[in-house]
């Protein structure tokens, strides 16, 4: 037999709860105040990258090379999404405590925890509520790619989804991170701390361990910054994807072992450590899933799709030595030309970097060093360059299968437009700010919910 606070807690109705939620965040000043510092900042940003993505147009007009380079995913989309991604970074942690800090601040959450709903329950509705303070925020953003369209612009659907949802998953994080920051410290000022230690921190790493081989390599992927780069770059990763929905679930549950009062500080620790295992372990899971998508609609993440169909045949392994630094240039470009594509297309790649922890200067005396062996089989071929162009006829060479002929309609046309944005700067200083004050004047109106569970009996 289910105990009565089991049973109370089963029939207790999760809608008011998530009103209470939302109604709590929409009335504070937090959200709003981000939300008029983010017209100017997205504005701006979009309108000096339609300014320099006409500069550049009407440059390709005399050259189709030019032209074909011409990508709004990295022109426009990227750039304006990078002011929304600093502003997450610096102001949203302030949006997502306010779900659970007000309510430590002001001894509300004594009352809240006696109400008949698991922890679980709570803290699927505050992150429901981060959720909803995050697409209230992408407005400024959503409304920019509104008035690309307006203008002209060309939105390919895949890539710009797959950006979206990359600053998504990232605002999940970053509202977990908050939310686990707001249960464990008794005042939002501290849990802000704790936040942006978690986010201007992942900057720190990005310059500190970058680019070095070895423990720093793998300690800068899990950097928070990291994880957008793969979305920005039209990559849909499930190893990332699962990492971050792992990560996301995994500080909320951390939150909701600290949220309840009164639990004995030992009990918590224990709690938490079972916490963190599951969670890593299911991270080291998802790092080894190798499955990826290329949404680009330039397919830059992908060699021509004839030769991925010929290196689909190729199942043997594939050990790659590379005699680089890994902060020479040269690697950089073998990287995002070679590599990485060999990794997304073959079934076993092995990458190793021979530089290990020299540098550049240290390194360029030796003769082997810019050489990059291919082992294929048992079967060993060199070669200095970065492009695929000379390197996929080598691996052919080694699997003893003939290249294959090259594809027809596969160049990436480019989407040059000669346009002006300056005018949409109303739009962002004006027009949007006040309805943002319009809408946070409504906001404040008092809500009509219950949090209590029906009895039996009761009258509805």
């Given amino acids: 037999m289910r105990s009565p606070d089991a049973s109370r807690a089963l029939r207790a109705p999760f809608r008011p709860l998530l009103t209470k939620e939302l109604w709590q965040i929409a009335g504070g000043r937090a959200l709003w105040t981000m939300l008029l510092l983010l017209c100017p900042l997205v504005g701006y940003s979009f309108v000096q990258a339609v300014s320099l993505y006409r500069e550049t147009s009407l440059a390709a007009a005399q050259s189709p090379a030019l032209a074909s380079s011409l990508s709004p995913l990295d022109g426009v989309l990227v750039p304006t999404f990078g002011a929304f991604y600093v502003a997450v970074t610096l102001l949203f942690p302030f949006v997502a405590i306010r779900v659970l800090g007000h309510e430590k601040e002001t001894g509300a959450l004594r009352l809240l925890i006696q109400l008949p709903y698991r922890t679980s329950t709570l803290i699927a509705a505050k992150l429901a509520a981060i959720l909803a303070a995050w697409l209230i925020a992408a407005v400024p953003a959503l409304s920019a790619l509104a008035v690309w369209g307006f203008l002209g612009g060309h939105l390919d659907a895949p890539e710009t989804l797959n950006l979206l949802l990359g600053q998504l998953l990232y605002g999940l994080l970053v509202g977990a991170i908050a939310l686990f920051a707001a249960s464990i410290s008794e005042s939002a ?43 920005e770059q039209g990559v849909l990763s499930t190893s990332l994807l699962a990492g971050m929905l792992a990560a996301v679930t995994g500080f909320a549950a951390l939150a909701a072992v600290w949220l309840p009062p009164g639990v004995p500080a030992r009990m918590k620790l224990a709690r938490s450590l079972i916490a963190f295992l599951v969670a890593a372990a299911v991270l080291g899971i998802s790092a080894q899933l190798r499955a990826s998508l290329d949404v680009a609609a330039d397919r830059r993440n992908s060699f021509p799709a004839a030769d991925e169909r010929r290196l689909h045949e190729l ?31 073959l079934p076993n790649v092995t990458v190793r970097l021979a530089g290990g922890r020299q540098s550049v200067v240290g390194m360029s005396g030796e003769e082997s060093y810019g050489v990059v062996d291919y082992d294929y089989g048992g079967r060993l071929a060199s070669s200095r360059s970065t492009s695929h162009r000379e390197v996929l ?31 949409s700067l109303a739009w962002f200083l004006c027009g949007l700010p006040l309805l943002i004050i319009a809408t946070w004047w409504w906001s404040r109106r008092p809500p009509t919910f219950r949090l209590t569970a029906q009895q039996d009996g009761d009258q509805p």
């Avoid at 936040?195 to 201007?200: D, E, K, N, P, S």
């Avoid at 199942?315 to 995002?336: G, S």
């Avoid at 003939?402 to 000669?418: C, F, N, Q, R, W």
Wanted: glycine residues 8%; without cysteine; proline residues 11%.
């Fill in 393 to 423: 006829p080598l691996l052919y060479g080694l699997a003893g299968v003939p290249p294959p002929a090259p594809g027809s309609g596969e160049d990436y046309p480019g989407y040059p437009l000669v346009a002006e944005a300056d005018a």
């Fill in 315 to 345: 199942r043997a392994p594939l050990l790659v030595t590379v005699h680089l630094a890994p902060e020479d240039p040269r690697y950089a470009d073998l990287r995002r030309n070679v590599l990485m594509k060999l990794e997304r297309t």
């Fill in 189 to 231: 000022a501290t849990a802000a701390i704790v936040t942006l230690a978690f986010t201007i921190g992942s900057w720190v790493l990005d310059f500190t361990a970058a680019g070095r081989p070895g423990f720093f390599d793998w300690l800068s992927r899990v950097s928070l910054t990291q994880t957008l780069r793969p979305f």
